[in-house]
């Protein structure tokens, strides 16, 4: 990103000729696709592995985002008796017999290790997709009585996934850091509200951590309770056999690339503070060649002094002292990297006992005393935390109508809204729903510059939140070729 | 390990038959192989992944232990200016054939992903055994100048590497969780700081965390410094280029097996108060059929209250309430799984306001006085944490013999003693001395249940603190083959 001046240990006052910042060069209007590689790639959260392709690496930044909502989301799920373990990354052919219908929709995507060192194996092993069928089997030997239950575990790692289908930075990768939680329940109604709380929880790392609004609601097409072979003794009906409650629940890196799309604009990233692993950034503006040895060191003590200052309030921050590269060259830089907040202190500033800020969702600037930046600077970077949610819900609210006519639908996804129709909740009309919404409008453009077709629409949740206006046996549900009554507002969108 | 009662839901002051706890069958002495394996696994540190031989399955009270060294070591790696970063496991032929020196020793070992689902992969890719070859491409992509220096990054992962020898839960297995800090310096200098730096936190998390004492002294035979094609500017001479000095560091989750060798017993498991899950187990006492409803109540209330209190403190505590096993069979149970601090609570320890205590280390036993136990508790598990360590101190520096004369080196290591010789440091040298102290003597028991030869002894560090008597220039290298001068004390022993 910072290429090197020309002159190694460059002086100060001189006027070094240094490359630009290279920044993004398309806007995320014009060509999405490239826009969000550009921003990735160039901003540092991610370098591709160009040795296999579908694969990426996550740099420093992107780890600090991750490892905020890792050490929030452990910390929620140890309070629930949920417990951390850590199983093998492979699972033989045997026990995928075993538990077909967890791999079965993996299959195409699975990694086969078929030799060590030069020899091959006796039996394959695939390297986890998931880990239902590395895991059950324990379950089995484990839960010996209704005692046991809940019985709740955990893990972070990675799983592979050998996708066909174009890969994406975070959004669609081979391999990808998650966590999954596998637990089981003595009823279906013990299973349901745990179901609840976690949805809960990533919810809250969205709201609360990325700035990203969520709809809360029942999620549809996920078949979160599952029957399995693990069975233990009725508490209430001796030598009768139950078969326990399932839960599988996983959160993946897959939000981070959400929250680029989200906040990302044509400078680049826009970073939440509270994720950010670098919050604020010091510059030093104003010197010139005219500027005495004297007030140079004046300046540089102060900026010393704000740093301990901000550090000792708890605040991430960064000076950024690099030689030969122009006040004008960092702020473009730091943009691009989406620092939440940046701090200008020149000689004007010093004079008048402050430091000037410049807000890097808003680009709102202003200044403030040297005197309450301990407070002061924190303050607002919880203001930005809050406006940063704020604008994305109204964004969000106004984007999402309620339709009481199907000839609104698909003009309505063309200009990238999500719709909440009446539905009856049957898969062979969400079938039909899916297919009639497909559209060669507002296309997309793809990686490699050409538009893309527009998928048909999905259903995405029931709304807890139900618009008025559905009469249950006398509202019918809008896909015209249906008939049937609609159960309850649906939310539908097309995905990315 | 605890099977359910033969009645569900079963009543309070009944005796159910129960079967004994399935302990530890065989002692540390007699076979120390099938001791340690009973432990790893009845403890339920580990579970034998049965699907495929060399792996094993984490539980949670090893993933506790882990966490603990985790956050610790990140917590101080983060102070040196440590950042972390995530690279794909998967290393591909070619960027193997171009770092070929840090693949080759485990060429025989790399696991082959040769097919997607049922797709031939055109190159296949190998499971890293380590990271070197995945990343340090991207080192020489990153490091541009030598303001880039030092350049830190860390991953915590798992590696694989297809061990064709026994493998042994923690000890040797074909996965496991580590940490590889992987660094670039601009002097050896540098470089050399930063390795005395990240030993001396290893040896921290032996000493503080694990309770185990270590002998610190340079690492020897670890080739930490290499020279790589990573170049910067000389800073001190425009346009010539310089290497980087290049740091490789590991910790993995083969400490734990070194502490569960070191503690353990012939009970079982002892854990260092630091890393338990649960350091405190309280179980009721002296509640017989003839106990009445309300005494049984009151004593529940109380030990509830404990509990409460303890929480409080800050200790992690478990209340055993099963039904349908005696204070007996919970003891064995508790003891066995290594909980340093035992609580005993009856209708006499309630009638003097004390709760009884049985120290897991010593078997010492003593009585607290309720009103004090919030703070007596802590300062008891300091007390267990610390005596721990002095035991091991204590043994290790009595099994750490300074020789000068070589007919005693091979009876010294029979003994189980490690040894500190003066040694010459030539590898030929070394050889050598491996070779002529293999002995018959003493052999340990396989897993077959049949004596395993002793290997030779090799070096293993050059302590800081040397003993007296070693004169430069005079006093001769111990191996009477040699010849040479000796150098240093060096430490010898045979690894297990
Ligand atoms: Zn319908
Ligand atoms: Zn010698």
């Known amino acids: 990103m910072a290429p090197p001046t020309a002159q190694a240990g460059g002086k100060q006052g001189k006027a070094p000729v240094v490359p630009l910042t290279n920044g993004i060069t398309v806007t995320k209007e014009a060509n999405f696709s490239q826009w969000y590689q550009e921003v990735v790639t160039k901003c540092e959260l991610v370098d591709y592995y160009t040795e296999i392709s579908g694969f990426y690496i996550l740099r420093p930044s992107s780890m ?8 929030w989301f452990q910390k929620e799920i140890e309070k629930l ?24 929709g993996f299959a195409p995507e699975l990694a086969w290790v078929t030799k060590a060192g030069d020899k091959d194996l006796e039996v394959p092993v695939a390297v986890r997709p998931t880990s239902e069928a590395v895991m059950y089997p324990y379950y089995a030997k484990w839960i010996r009585s209704h005692r046991d239950l809940p019985f709740r575990l955990n893990q972070w790692n990675s799983v592979v996934r050998w996708e066909a289908k174009q890969t994406t930075p975070f959004l669609r990768a081979r391999e990808f850091l998650w966590q999954e939680g596998h637990t089981a329940h003595l009823t ?3 299973a349901a509200k745990e179901v609840l709380e976690i949805l809960d929880l990533y919810a809250t790392v969205y709201e609360e951590l990325l700035a990203v609004p969520v709809v809360r609601g029942n999620a549809l097409g996920q078949n979160f309770s599952k029957m399995f072979d693990i069975t233990v003794e009725d508490p209430n009906q001796k030598g009768e056999k139950l078969f326990v409650w399932q839960n599988s629940w996983g959160l993946s890196t897959r939000v981070i690339g959400v929250m680029v799309m989200i906040h990302g604009d044509n400078k680049g990233l826009v970073l939440p503070p509270r994720v950010s ?4 950034v010091i510059i030093s503006v104003g010197i010139t060649a005219k500027t005495s040895a004297e007030v140079r060191e004046n300046l540089g003590k102060q900026v010393e002094e704000l740093e301990n200052s901000l550090n000792g309030a708890g605040v991430r921050v960064e000076v950024d002292n690099r030689e030969g590269y122009t006040p004008g060259f960092k702020f473009a830089d730091w943009e691009m990297k989406g620092v939440p907040l940046r701090l200008e202190f020149g000689p004007k500033d010093a004079a008048n006992s402050v430091v000037s800020y410049s807000r890097r969702d808003t680009g709102a600037k202003g200044t403030i005393p040297v005197a309450e930046i301990a407070s002061q600077v924190p303050a607002l970077l919880e203001t930005i935390q809050k406006d940063m949610y ?15 006519d199907w000839a609104e639908v698909v003009p309505a996804l063309d200009a990238r809204n999500v719709v909440l129709i009446p539905f009856c909740g049957e898969p062979s009309c969400e079938d039909q729903i899916k ?5 060669d409008k507002h296309r997309e453009l793809g990686p490699d510059g ?7 629409m999905k259903s995405l949740c029931i709304p807890f939140d139900q618009p008025s206006g559905l009469v249950q046996n006398e509202t019918k549900c809008l896909n015209p070729g249906c008939g049937r009554f609609a159960k309850s507002w649906v939310m539908f969108g097309r995905s990315y």
Chains 1, 2 share one sequence.
Do not use: C
Not at 277 to 280: A, G, H, L, N, S
Not at 435 to 439: G, N, P, Y
Not at 450 to 456: C, E, I, L, V, Y
């Open 64 to 71: 600090y985002i991750w490892n905020t909502i890792r050490t």
């Open 450 to 456: 050409k538009p893309q077709p527009s998928m048909g």
């Open 188 to 190: 279906e109604e013990l």
């Open 390 to 404: 704020n604008k994305a819900n109204e964004y969000f609210t106004s984007h999402r109508l309620v339709l009481n």
């Open 435 to 439: 297919d009639k919404t497909k559209s």
């Open 277 to 280: 692993k670098i919050q604020v």
């Open 81 to 104: 008796g949920v417990e951390e373990t850590s199983f093998p990354m492979f699972l033989s052919s045997k026990s995928l017999e075993k538990e077909k219908e967890h791999v079965e």
